[in-house]
């Protein structure tokens, strides 16, 4: 018995190929939804689909919102790109038994985000064999092995959680800025981030004003950067919008991200203190029940340290719970 072809199989056919595939440009999206439309309308030729991409959108984003599912997006930080991504809305049970990793493994990405977020110098970015060397941090009852860790790095990375660059730094993936987006926020001490002065969002990878001394509090995305540059006129420098100091349109800029690393040189940490929450902390607790903020020097966001207490200062940072958020790709 032959199924009737509708239009509302134009919705689920882009449901499924933005599922199978997780995190896509915008533009692979527009691809997918015009695609699901071919097929439908060359199967039930006269029917009428929405030609409308915002409006096809809206109405999918509404019929995912009862389900507690939605598609969002976000701007990649290096070539200012949008990128979308079905993302799960909520914290429960349910949504705990939707990941293939074990509770071991979620707590070997927690470990490897919350490196990555208070890495010193704003380079929000640590080298493999750093990451490998966190399993030896886990609790007695997780313990992973070098060569496990560096297969759960790679499965990271292809899911999109995390991003490891040519120099072999592991980095924020931009499914994790969007799927862990609000979590990062509401669990990081405000030090420990900084926000684009333009759009507001996150900065991983970014520019930092040199303005007062180095003091300036500026951050910007190079993509907002850019856009920024070209308002202003294309040539010469922008003027900061805080401390009015011009910036340089090409070089000679304090970088955000990997960029700020050198080569054979790594920023020191200093030793992390161990107390009762992270040898108490479940792998299924919820972002609502978050730890007390610990105390941080006002160093991002805030007064810039010296060089001397950048190569010495490791921030304080919170735990990283991302069980709720890591589900399971269906194509894996």
């Not at 930092?208 to 308002?231: E, F, L, M, S």
Request: glycine share 6%; with cysteine.
């Amino acid at each position: 018995m032959s199924t009737k072809i509708s239009a509302s199989d134009v919705d689920r056919l882009f449901l499924q190929a933005l599922m199978s595939r997780r995190v896509v440009s915008e533009d692979v999206a527009k691809l997918l939804w015009q695609s699901a439309r071919d097929t439908v309308e060359e199967l039930n030729q006269g029917i009428e689909t929405d030609a409308n991409w915002n409006t096809f959108l809206g109405r999918i984003k509404g019929k995912l919102e009862p389900l507690n599912l939605d598609i969002k997006n976000a701007q990649d930080e290096e070539t200012g790109e949008t990128v979308m991504a079905f993302t799960n809305l909520v914290d429960d049970a349910v949504a705990q038994h939707g990941t293939d990793y074990t509770a071991a493994e979620i707590a070997y990405f927690k470990q490897v985000m919350e490196h990555i977020l208070t890495a010193p110098n704003e380079s929000y970015s640590i080298r493999s064999t750093e990451a490998v060397n966190l399993v030896s941090q886990l609790r007695s009852d997780q313990k992973l092995t070098r060569n496990h860790a560096e297969e759960l790095l790679s499965s990271f990375v292809a899911r999109g959680w995390l991003s490891q660059s040519t120099r072999g730094r592991y980095s924020v993936g931009t499914r994790s800025m969007i799927e862990l987006h609000s979590y990062i926020e509401n669990n990081c001490d405000e030090e420990d981030l900084v926000k684009c002065h333009i759009c507001d969002d996150v900065v991983f990878k970014g520019y930092q004003c040199r303005g007062d001394n180095g003091k300036c509090a500026v951050r910007i995305h190079k993509p907002c950067y850019n856009k920024w540059k070209t308002r202003s006129g294309g040539g010469g420098s922008c003027v900061c919008m805080d401390c009015r100091q011009p910036w340089p349109t090409t070089g000679s800029f304090k970088l955000i991200g990997e960029d700020a690393v050198r080569d054979g040189f790594e920023p020191r940490r200093r030793p992390r203190a161990r107390g009762s929450d992270d040898e108490e902390e479940a792998p299924s607790q919820k972002p609502s029940q978050k730890p007390p903020k610990k105390k941080t020097k006002q160093r991002r966001g805030g007064r810039a340290a010296s060089p001397e207490e950048e190569e010495a200062e490791e921030p304080e940072s919170e735990e990283i719970d991302v069980n709720d958020e890591m589900e399971e790709d269906e194509d894996d």
